[in-house]
């Protein structure tokens, strides 16, 4: 079982920046796919970004460029940076957890465990 928390969400203007943090407990991430999601208000949860046991990364397209994920597994921590921050990034901010290694990694239902959420509000 691993228990995820996220933090860092909060209101920022147009063009500002934000770093979410989601800290796991109960088992290691080192082998697992960690990923974030979000959801707006009357819109389905869609994937953002993930960061393989490799290290590797993929990003969807809306945020590639502007937004980066990374893994610390010693500390058993995920970060997402975001940078350029548009107001149709609001969302509630979810971290997963999951063994996908398949294509199908930007499907919900390929992540076993998951975090409450953390609320970015962009105003423009």
């Known amino acids: 079982q691993v228990s995820l928390v996220e933090s860092g969400g909060g209101v920022v203007q147009a063009g500002g920046s934000l770093r979410l943090s989601c800290a796991a407990s109960?088992?290691?991430?080192?082998?697992?796919?960690m990923a974030w999601f979000r959801q707006a208000p009357g819109k389905e949860r869609e994937f953002v970004a993930v960061?393989?046991?490799?290290?590797?990364?993929s990003y969807a397209d809306s945020v590639k460029g502007r937004f980066t994920i990374s893994r610390d597994n010693a500390k058993n921590t995920v970060s997402l940076e975001l940078n350029s921050l548009k107001p149709e990034d609001t969302a509630v901010y979810y971290c997963a957890a999951g063994r996908t290694n398949s294509g199908n990694y930007q499907k919900r239902d390929e992540y076993d465990y998951w975090g409450q959420g953390t609320q970015v509000t962009v105003s423009s």
């Open positions: 960061t393989w046991w490799s290290y590797g990364t």
């Open positions: 109960g088992r290691s991430i080192s082998g697992y796919a």
